[in-house]
């Protein structure tokens, strides 16, 4: 798999972890059956937030690497035109 369609699998995993956080704190804080449900509506908010949490942080710092060095290739590529 290129580097291209990597960074797009990342992207949509890290979108939908963020979409899971947003709809735990949907559940938490505005759904009247999850609170109705008392501790295991806590438990099902909690860990639709830690799911979204776990599939968005790791991404982000696997494209941080990802830019970097590609920004250091271009760099790289720069200073071998200019000599």
């Known amino acids: ?6 960074i797009n699998i990342l992207k949509i995993v890290m979108v939908t972890g963020i979409c899971l956080i947003l709809l735990g704190i949907y559940f938490h804080m505005f759904n009247k059956t999850i609170e109705e449900m008392g501790v295991t ?29 590609r ?11 200019k000599t």
């Open 71 to 81: 920004e250091q290739d271009e760099k790289e590529k720069h200073n071998a035109k």
């Open 1 to 6: 798999m290129n580097d291209a369609k990597v």
């Open 41 to 69: 509506g806590i438990l099902i908010s909690a860990i639709t937030v830690a799911v979204g949490m776990i599939m968005s942080l790791p991404t982000k710092m696997y494209l941080t690497f990802l830019l970097v060095k």
